[in-house]
Every structure is written in C-alpha cells, then in structure tokens.
C-alpha cells in the first residue's frame, strides 16, 4: 500500500524569504501523480502544485516550485518570496490508481506554515 | 463552475445522536469522495464513488457509518450513533473521470460532546 510521510509538522518562515516543505512517499508503481493541497483556515484544500512521475522536469506554478526525485521518493515544495498569505496547512498528496478505473488520493498529515511579517 | 457544496458547515452534536452531511459535487463529476479529517491528521477516505456505485469504502467504520449516492450527483454520509471519536472534519471532494486533481469542498466541522 502506498503511503506518504510528512515530517515537519511545522515551518516558519520570514516574509519574502524561501522556505522548503519535506515529503517522501512509497509506491511499487512506476506512475503516479503527486500533489501538493493548501488548507488555509476556511478547511477548504486547494491544490497548490501538481508532479507527473514520468516527467523529469520539476513543476512550477509562479512561486511554487518542486523538487521531485522519484528514485529517492521524494517530493519537495519550495516557496519563494513568501507572503502572509501563504499561511496554511500544507498536504502533501500521491494519487493511486484503482482497477475501477478510478483514482483515490492518499494524504500525508500535514505541515503548518507560519509566515512572519 | 460552482465549486463542490457541503452543508452543514458546522455541527455539535451529542454521543449517541445521528447526524447527516450533505455534498453536492461539481457539475459533471463522476467520481466523489468523503474524507475524515481529525484535528492535526491529513484526511483520510472514508468512501469513495464513482457515479452511484461505490469503489472504495474499507475504511469505513461500517458498523455506525453509511453513506449514499443514488441518483450519481449528491451524496449523503450518516453517522448513526455518534462517538466522541467522530469529532472532526467532513471533507467531500469531487473529480472528473480521468482526470488529476480532486476539488474540494469546505467541509463540515462535526464537534460530538
């Protein structure tokens, strides 16, 4: 069974400064897609970033950017220029596939993101 | 597009009451999904559906929990009778078929006292 471990369950970070959010996961299957969820206190997640596993390149959405390694099985979010925004809880999250023909998302426990004015 | 629509927003209820969630999924969305999200943890699946039929319910605590989607749209999840273990959020996200990313609603905040 795959599974995903996050194991910061906190981070603080100054304003406008970068700051990196660990996650590893473990799969037996070759591909995959990987998330990143933000869950600011209105509880609604929202997706921040998403990783193809076949593809190399790492994925960018503006100040988000990712640091996937498949072989190690880990996948990083990096924040750049951090606004106050930007505070939230952070889930990391792998996407498996079922013989439905339909997929189900397996959450790790999270990483709160202070940012500091 | 409207976003998925879960209601109530909040609820306190006491042990041993039921209590329902309501979850409307995004227009043209096949797949839906309830998670459990307790204070501190990432959510976990509850039940998972794909149009009305259901794919995934393992880990489902069968014995106090049901959950239902008849017509393949809305769905509705049943606690029946409640613990104070059942605190938490109810999370309902939807996803269209084949595609990557789920949408998620605001939850229900359930407090059992």
């Known amino acids: 069974a795959q599974t995903v471990t996050q194991s910061q369950p906190e981070m603080s970070v100054q304003e406008a400064e970068t700051v990196t959010l660990s996650c590893t996961y473990d799969?037996?299957?070759?591909?995959?897609?990987l998330f990143w969820y933000k869950q600011p206190p209105s509880r609604q997640m929202i997706l921040v970033i998403r990783?193809?596993?076949?593809?190399?390149q790492n994925a960018t959405e503006n100040r988000f950017s990712v640091n996937f390694q498949k072989a190690a099985k880990s996948f990083s979010l990096k924040i750049s220029d951090s606004q106050l925004g930007d505070a939230a809880m952070y889930f990391c999250a792998y996407r498996s596939y079922l013989r439905s023909g339909t997929y189900k998302y397996i959450f790790g426990t999270g990483t709160r993101l202070k940012v500091l004015a | 597009e409207a976003g998925v629509a879960q209601s109530p927003r909040y609820k306190i209820i006491e042990k041993r009451q039921s209590v329902a969630f309501w979850c409307n999924p995004i227009s043209g969305h096949a797949t839906l999904y309830w998670y459990q999200q307790i204070l501190g943890q990432g959510p976990k699946l509850l039940i998972q559906f794909q149009n009305n039929g259901v794919v995934d319910d393992s880990q489902l605590p069968k014995d106090r929990f049901s959950a239902e989607r008849l017509k393949g749209v809305d769905s509705t999840l049943k606690i029946q009778p409640a613990k104070l273990e059942d605190s938490a959020v109810y999370l309902c996200?939807?996803?269209?078929?084949?595609?990557?990313?789920?949408?998620f609603g605001q939850g229900t905040r359930l407090t059992v006292v």
């Open positions: 990783q193809e596993a076949y593809k190399q």
């Open positions: 996200a939807s996803s269209r078929q084949g595609n990557t990313e789920a949408f």
């Open positions: 799969t037996s299957e070759s591909d995959y897609y």
